[in-house]
């Protein structure tokens, strides 16, 4: 009988502790998923050689207000244009430093997320696409680009925003930087132990919307990743509905790979083909071949 009560408190006590560590997560779920405390601007005065810069304030539709930059060609467009989404610690003021090398001859737009920069207002899935789909439309609107050339460039966590913000707008490509098939995924891995299907309000996912991608989908993976594992990359790319192709980058981790010239070229190349720009001029270090992708990596 003692031993009974002994294992039946045990499982008490143990259910308690997993309730709470459940409770937990829910509760903190914001701060887990997004940081916007460590998006401090990473440039001072963001400029780019190849474009004008001006910083822009854009009002959602709700009246939040979203600071970023425009970045135009100095010569009359119309041109083809990028948005670009960011990951989940990332203020986007580098973008308009390397906006020469990463997206020459377009307009670029580069904004933060809510709460992150200058930004105003509360992170949420919901609210990042919703803005996403209006930023789009707001570029599209410029009398500089061409609305039929746009394309949207999502990194990490901006990967699923770019997913469904080109899902329902016509964007004529896409580009995803170390993408996952979903948020969900990632913390029942990570998780285990609790029931997040249950508890996580921001899922990401990309998994579910990938199928309906019409636009020429490039993906880069860093070569070593221990934030987005490429077992989680492999089933994104397996549904995608037009992959252009599917490249790690050498020497990459899941921190530095967009700052890399290997990853700029890449994508610089992809995005002036698919524009019909000038080629890009090859850089001896990015003009190596892609490491070539292995099986189950």
């Not at 135009?72 to 990951?87: D, E, R």
């Not at 209006?134 to 925003?161: N, T």
């Not at 990359?233 to 530095?256: F, M, R, Y």
Request: cysteine-free; aromatic content about 8%; hydrophobic content about 40%.
């Amino acid at each position: 009988m003692k031993h009974t009560k002994k294992v039946a408190g045990l499982a008490g006590i143990a259910s308690v502790l997993w309730v709470g560590l459940t409770a937990a997560v829910a509760a903190s779920q914001k701060r887990l998923l997004f940081n916007p405390l460590g998006s401090k601007r990473e440039v001072l005065r963001p400029y780019s050689s190849g474009h004008r810069t001006r910083p822009v304030v854009i009002r959602a539709k709700d009246g939040t207000r979203l600071s970023g930059w425009l970045m135009t060609p100095p010569i009359h467009g119309p041109h083809p244009a990028v948005i670009y989404f960011g990951g989940r610690s990332e203020e986007v003021s580098w973008v308009a430093r390397d906006a020469g090398k990463l997206f020459p001859g377009m307009a670029v737009l580069a904004m933060n997320y809510r709460g992150y920069g200058d930004s105003h207002g509360d992170p949420a899935e919901t609210h990042f696409v919703d803005d996403g789909r209006m930023l789009y439309d707001w570029l599209a609107e410029r009398h500089h680009v061409d609305p039929k050339r746009i394309a949207v460039v999502g990194r990490s966590l901006g990967s699923g925003v770019a997913v469904q913000v080109a899902m329902e707008r016509n964007a004529h490509a896409i580009v995803l930087i170390t993408p996952y098939d979903s948020i969900l995924a990632i913390a029942k891995r990570k998780f285990k132990a609790i029931p997040v299907e249950y508890v996580l309000r921001h899922r990401f996912e990309s998994v579910k919307y990938a199928h309906h991608l019409k636009a020429p989908t490039y993906v880069l993976r860093a070569e070593q990743d221990d934030v987005v594992p490429h077992s989680h990359t492999d089933l994104l790319v397996e549904k995608l509905g037009q992959l252009h192709a599917d490249e790690i980058v050498p020497d990459s981790d899941h921190l530095n790979i967009p700052y890399l010239e290997s990853t700029q070229q890449r994508i610089a190349g992809f995005l002036a083909q698919r524009f019909d720009l000038p080629p890009v001029a090859a850089n001896p270090v990015a003009s190596d071949p892609a490491a070539p992708l292995q099986p189950n990596s």
